[in-house]
């Protein structure tokens, strides 16, 4: 029985990977601020028996750490963590009221990324000593973080920063017998994209971007991004010289900041 260790799963793409590996059979360690939404999805979940709820903030490094402890603890180890809590909010540099809204930002994407995945690593070392293979530890970005987008200088920093964390740290355990994974979501249906008020091209729907980073995670894919589409236009991104990128995207749709939302 696999052990998953999922953060940010109270709705969206946490919630959805927390139904699609309890379908999976899977025991779960699901982590939420709001206590209501993580027992609304427990009562969807087969075997809810098996799953235990952790409702903190992603940000309280200690109870992270804690719940951590706990779910090692009661599972006898865990082999896949998924960091997928995460928030996005439109910002602007001038606006010196964005400062905390920039730093909120980094703080849920970035840094309790690494806050995540820190008390497992050495558990995760063990089992892979003794013979335990299907480690995986997995971040997830997104194609915002391949190049900044006008409005959401926040955003796109952090799931940049994001994506090169993933990678320092694939390198720095590739002897370790544990995988690390980076799932790079495009538009997904969830209640993030919902709000934004343009076009979303090659929305998908959470539940079948759930069952392709569950894939990708079992394959035990480097870097993934879901869907596919959306892989091919970040390969162009990065191609496109900045006089050419600059011009197209200036006047591309901004997110609401926080003041407008």
């Known amino acids: 029985m696999k052990r998953v260790f999922i953060t940010g799963a109270s709705s ?31 009562a969807g979940l087969p075997h809810p028996e098996r799953h235990r709820l952790y409702a903190l903030d992603v940000n309280d490094h200690a109870a992270l750490t804690a719940a951590a402890a706990d779910f090692i ?66 971040g997830v970005g997104s194609v915002a973080g391949i190049r900044g987008l006008p409005g959401a200088g926040a955003y796109s920093a952090s799931k940049a920063a994001l994506i090169s964390y993933c990678e320092s740290l694939r390198v720095e355990l590739r002897d370790s017998g544990i995988k690390v994974i980076t799932i790079v979501p495009g538009y997904i249906d969830t209640p993030m994209t919902q709000v934004n008020h343009y076009k979303m091209p090659f929305l998908m729907p959470v539940s079948a971007f759930a069952a392709k980073t569950g894939a990708a995670v079992a394959r035990g894919s480097s870097y993934q991004v879901i869907p596919w589409q959306m892989g091919v236009v970040a390969k162009l991104l990065r191609l496109l010289p900045n006089r050419l990128y600059d011009f197209a995207f200036s006047k591309a749709p901004h997110k609401a900041r926080k003041s407008e939302s």
């Not at 793409?13 to 059979?25: P, R």
């Open 12 to 42: 969206g793409i946490g919630a959805a990977l927390a139904q699609y590996y309890a379908e999976q059979g899977a025991a779960l360690g699901l982590v939420a601020r709001r206590q209501p939404q993580l027992q609304q999805l427990l």
């Open 73 to 138: 603890d009661v599972g006898n180890g865990v082999d896949v963590v998924i960091a997928s809590a995460g928030i996005s909010q439109g910002t602007l540099t001038e606006h010196a009221e964005d400062q905390p809204v920039f730093e909120q930002v980094f703080a849920t994407n970035v840094l309790a990324t690494v806050a995540t995945f820190t008390p497992f690593i050495a558990t995760m070392k063990r089992q892979a000593q003794s013979g335990q293979r299907d480690l995986r530890l997995v």
